[in-house]
């Protein structure tokens, strides 16, 4: 299985849970692991979707805004002290990009481990979406398999390209998971021709590693020519570790009303320059000013979005 190649241990297959998508699978782990009403920290910025996955479980989102410098364990542990009853940690960072270090992942569960009430949910929807040239990708499966408290998520949408076919995974050696998952499977198990069609991807062909290395060198080519671009037309941006995604620093163009100015940004890039974006309201900055631009196109496309982009930054230098 392609899970296997990310860690020495052997998944035991009693330990891995299927749902319709990583949207129902986290929708699940809230509605076992939680009470209405309870409170999910996560780093802030993060990928708005989010809010409507355990929206529906009753559970809001706690965006927590603290310099990087903070260790991700002491995040949690003062979520934790605020009232907060899970952590859910996204890695790959959409929108940012940026990679958990092993370091950072097993001090967090090594904490989390001694408050057992408390629940560690990774995200790990981009994991072979890392670049070739950035810092190699550390799973939590492993930590998922030692504590009871901690959960990885993983579906096939983004790795995989294959949103439509809603294959979602949990990986937790608890027992409280494995009696709900199988309680509620006959309402939340998959179609079994999903589960055949993933079987002959991932057993019968090579197509599962064949597609991760190109595509992490396809994504690794798309970055570095989209940075390059960027600093041609003179715009920061934060440098991605993973995912598909490059928050661009706009916030020079701002005028007198900030929120409204980023409104204005977006609206003019969409419909007067052919370039759709997303705004850093989307994903909770806390500061206006950044957008999130996916560059996951040939080199012609890229190149051509970034020219119009560069079209428009000249005009707004000129109207300063």
């Known amino acids: 299985m392609f899970l296997s190649e990310e860690t020495p241990l052997e998944i035991p297959i009693e330990n891995i849970f299927f749902a319709p998508g990583a949207t129902n699978v986290l929708e699940t782990l809230a509605k076992i692991c939680l009470n209405e009403g309870d409170t999910i920290a996560i780093e802030a910025p993060y990928y708005f979707n989010f809010e409507g996955d355990?929206?529906?479980?009753?559970?809001?989102l706690e965006p927590l805004y603290y310099k990087d410098s903070v260790p991700l364990y002491l995040k949690a542990k003062r979520a934790f002290e605020d009232g907060a009853k899970c952590f859910?940690?996204?890695?790959p960072r959409n929108p940012t990009g940026y990679v958990y270090t092993k370091?950072?992942?097993?001090?967090l569960c090594a904490w989390a481990s001694t408050i057992p009430e408390f629940f560690?949910?990774?995200d790990e929807l981009y994991a072979n979406s890392c670049y070739t040239n950035q810092k190699r990708f550390f799973s939590a499966i492993k930590m998922s398999l030692k504590y009871d408290n901690v959960f990885v998520v993983r579906g096939f949408a983004k790795d995989f390209g294959l949103s439509g076919f809603k294959l979602g995974m949990c990986i937790?050696?608890?027992e409280k998971i494995k009696a709900k998952f199988n309680y509620w499977r006959d309402i939340i198990q998959p179609k079994n021709s999903v589960f055949a069609v993933f079987d002959f991807i991932l057993q019968k062909t090579n197509f599962g590693k064949?597609?991760?290395?190109?595509?992490?060198s396809i994504l690794t080519q798309a970055t570095?020519?989209?940075?390059?671009c960027l600093d041609e037309i003179g715009l920061p941006y934060m440098v991605p570790e993973g995912g598909v995604f490059i928050m661009v620093d706009f916030r020079k163009f701002l005028e007198k009303n900030p929120r409204e100015n980023e409104y204005t940004i977006w609206l003019s890039l969409l419909y007067e320059y052919g370039v759709a974006i997303g705004t850093g309201k989307l994903f909770k900055f806390l500061e206006e000013g950044w957008f999130r631009v996916c560059p996951v196109y040939d080199e012609f496309t890229i190149k051509e979005g970034f020219r119009r982009i560069g079209l428009f930054v000249n005009r707004k230098k000129f109207s300063l």
Not at 103 to 107: D, L, P, R, T, V
């Open 88 to 91: 859910l940690v996204n890695n």
């Open 172 to 174: 937790s050696r608890s």
């Open 54 to 60: 355990f929206k529906r479980a009753g559970n809001p």
């Open 224 to 228: 570095n020519l989209a940075m390059k």
């Open 210 to 216: 064949k597609i991760f290395e190109e595509n992490k």
């Open 103 to 107: 370091f950072e992942i097993e001090a």
């Open 120 to 122: 560690i949910i990774f």
